[in-house]
């Protein structure tokens, strides 16, 4: 039996997407030569990544070998079997994704 020849491996690459959320405030009080400044941030950003990976095919002479021949492993093309579209096997990678997740706080105060 030939080994079954691969075709069709790809990788349609990947989407990645940044987008977050921000909070600011800052207070400034004066009074005569005092001052007092205080300030809250708080930030929550986000990130989806989505990678599409590989697909593949797998065609065997066996396809389109002679049946009941004693020499069945030995006939038959593998290309002849992609040209017929009958694959031996097939594998799908599917998207996956990944989200990460973080919060960012921080604050400063100045008199």
């Known amino acids: ?12 690459g990947g989407l990645n997407r940044k987008v977050g959320v921000g909070l600011v405030n800052n207070y400034l009080w004066l009074k005569g030569k005092n001052s007092f400044n205080i300030g809250v941030e708080a ?5 989806n990544n989505s990678n599409f990976d590989s697909r593949s095919f797998s065609f065997t ?12 492993t030995a006939y038959g093309d593998p290309f002849a ?3 017929l579209g009958l694959a031996d ?15 960012y706080g921080g604050g400063i105060h100045t008199g």
């Not at 930030?43 to 990130?47: A, M, T």
């Open 1 to 12: 039996m030939a080994a079954p020849v691969p075709i069709g491996v790809a990788s349609e």
């Open 43 to 47: 930030r929550r950003p986000y990130q």
């Open 61 to 72: 002479n066996e396809t389109t070998s002679l049946p009941g021949s004693p020499n069945y």
């Open 81 to 83: 079997s992609f040209l």
């Open 89 to 103: 096997s097939a594998t799908i990678q599917g998207p996956y994704a990944l989200q990460p997740r973080s919060w």
